[in-house]
Antibody, heavy 114, light 112 residues
Framework: QLVESGGGLVQPGGSLRLSCVASGFAFRNYDMHWVRQAAGRGLEWVSAIGFAGDTYYPDSAKGRFTISRENAKNSLYLQMDSLRAEDTALYYC??????????WGQGTLVTVSS | QSVLTQPPSVSGAPGQTVTISCTGG?????????VHWYRQLPRTAPKLLIYNNINRPSDVSDRFSGSKSGTSASLAITGLQAEDEADYYCQSYDISLSGAVLFGGGTKLTVL
């Protein structure tokens, strides 16, 4: 199971830190990802972190978002800085398994607005 | 516009078979990356339906099947049921984007 938290309303240019707590599996052994979905839109990959701590981002997130993990707490994080209106979305954390995403959280809503 | 192209919508009557396509290119599906499929019911998180092109998780009905050929993949749903009405997404990776994760734009399935 994955449970996200930390979403909320933030002004443009502001920051927010999302969290995702895992349970029921050996979190430290899996790559983890963040995927977002704007209202009425499709899924968009946001970032990834390998079990060894290597990180990956699409161009839209590079330099603004930072993914991290704390295996001792079975936790995944996404630090989001310099937020823009277009970052408004429901943010999901997901477990990578056999190259697919087999476990998803329920999502946490981020709204960027003045 | 997504690198992986799906039809925006498909429809079918109960009991019929529908197919949803996912068209990529030589840097993603055509490069050998596997395709995965998800179903998303309204106001819920996506659920994995098919992984590695053709495989079903144990809790997914055998009415769902996947295939891949060249730069495209397809999801087939047989014996359509009302509860199949949902959004469906394909997913793969892209070698030109340093292994970035790609999602198709999604297909809305309507059961008539």
């Amino acid at each position: 199971q994955l449970v996200e938290s930390g979403g909320g309303l933030v002004q443009p240019g502001g920051s927010l830190r999302l969290s995702c707590v895992a349970s029921g599996f050996a979190f430290r052994n899996y790559d983890m990802h963040w995927v977002r979905q704007a209202a009425g839109r499709g899924l968009e990959w946001v970032s990834a972190i390998g079990f060894a701590g290597d990180t990956y981002y699409p161009d839209s997130a590079k330099g603004r978002f930072t993914i991290s993990r704390e295996n001792a707490k079975n936790s995944l994080y996404l630090q989001m800085d310099s937020l823009r209106a277009e970052d408004t979305a429901l943010y999901y954390c997901a477990r990578r398994w056999s190259d697919a995403f087999d476990i998803w959280g329920q999502g946490t809503l981020v709204t960027v607005s003045s | 516009q997504s690198v992986l192209t799906q039809p925006p919508s498909v429809s079918g009557a109960p009991g019929q078979t529908v197919t949803i396509s996912c068209t990529g290119g030589t840097s993603n599906i055509g490069a050998g990356y596997d395709v995965h499929w998800y179903r998303q019911l309204p106001r819920t998180a996506p659920k994995l339906l098919i992984y590695n092109n053709i495989n079903r998780p144990s809790d997914v009905s055998d009415r769902f099947s996947g295939s891949k050929s060249g730069t495209s993949a397809s999801l087939a749903i047989t014996g359509l049921q009302a509860e199949d009405e949902a959004d469906y997404y394909c997913q793969s990776y892209d070698i030109s984007l340093s292994g970035a994760v790609l999602f198709g734009g999604g297909t809305k399935l309507t059961v008539l």
